[in-house]
């Protein structure tokens, strides 16, 4: 029988303003408290009964979590929207692919309520911020009480629906590195219907020397059980003359590292195929972009 939970069951809410009074909301209620962000994945598991917490800690009235500074690189605070981060210039001129990562969330109502911190913290497979905030180098901020620490997010991510967050802190900001001349970067997404979770996605990055690729990054969504960084594919490019048939070797070498399952959205077989040809396709584009 299909789930059909209009409201899930009863929780208490609390609404902090500051960072210091959230950490402390939480230290209040261990074991039994989450916090929320924009709502937008904790509500709908929350409604399927996949969790089920006493004590919900709303973020959304922290300003000091909602910003985009240009400071050597880019800083993103962890509540931004992705509705900011599509309607950023600079965003879109620098960091492409995450401004494509973001044109392409479901929907206009998603966009604006579904943050960027909330939707890396959930540690879904196919989180479409993913792929290019990996591809870019970024790393993530996470605070709790005077302790911080900082990962780089290739290594946050620990199995589906798992991160390296542990239920005391609190992801803070995502640190995103100044990309070097000639670096172009593309993002691309195959979902059932436009406003559908990825059946796969990818992200590429490269950096141009002429006609020589000197470095180039390649991350996928949704086709393992974390968002996939494909280095044996990049190894093919890196350093070499960048033409047709290393493409074509690299985006065979990914379909051969992918890991996919069947599920509700696609199929493992499709999944490595759709890799195959998205990937080729986005390597040439940030190619192109690469000037």
């Known amino acids: 029988m299909v789930n ?20 402390t909301c939480m230290a209040a209620y261990p074991g039994k408290a989450q916090f929320m962000a924009g ?41 931004t929207t992705f509705r900011q981060i599509e309607r950023s210039e600079l965003i879109q001129r620098r960091y492409t692919a995450l401004y494509e990562a973001a044109m392409a969330v479901t929907s206009i109502q998603i966009k604006t309520m579904g ?11 196919a989180a479409d911020s993913a ?9 993530v901020k996470m605070i709790n009480g005077d302790r911080e620490r900082v990962v780089p997010l290739e290594t946050f991510f620990a199995g589906a629906g798992q991160t390296l967050l542990t239920q005391e802190e609190l992801m803070v900001e995502i640190r995103v590195p100044e990309p070097r001349a000639n670096t172009g970067s593309a993002f691309m997404k195959l979902g059932r219907v436009s406003a559908d979770l990825a059946k796969v996605s990818v992200a590429v990055v490269i950096e141009r020397e002429q006609d020589i690729c000197r470095d180039c990054k390649i991350v996928l969504g949704a086709v ?29 070498r990914v379909s051969e590292e992918v890991r996919p399952i069947d599920d509700s959205r696609s199929t493992s077989w499709y999944r490595k195929e759709v890799s195959r040809i998205l990937v080729r396709d986005a390597l040439n584009l940030a190619w192109e972009r690469a000037v």
């Open 115 to 125: 943050t960027l911190g909330g939707n890396l913290c959930h540690g879904s497979p």
């Open 39 to 79: 709502g937008t994945d904790l509500l709908v598991q929350m409604k399927m009964g996949r969790v089920r917490p006493e004590v919900i800690v709303g973020l959304s009235k922290i300003p000091a979590l909602r910003y985009l500074i240009l400071d050597q690189g880019l800083r993103i605070g962890a509540l």
């Open 131 to 139: 792929p290019p905030l990996i591809a870019f180098g970024a790393e």
């Open 224 to 252: 393992a059980e974390m968002p996939l960084r494909t280095k044996e594919a990049e190894l093919i490019l890196r350093g070499k003359i960048f033409k047709e048939d290393l493409v074509e070797e690299a985006s065979l």
């Open 4 to 23: 059909s939970h209009i409201l899930p069951h009863e929780f208490e809410f609390v609404e902090p303003h500051t960072l210091e009074e959230a950490l």
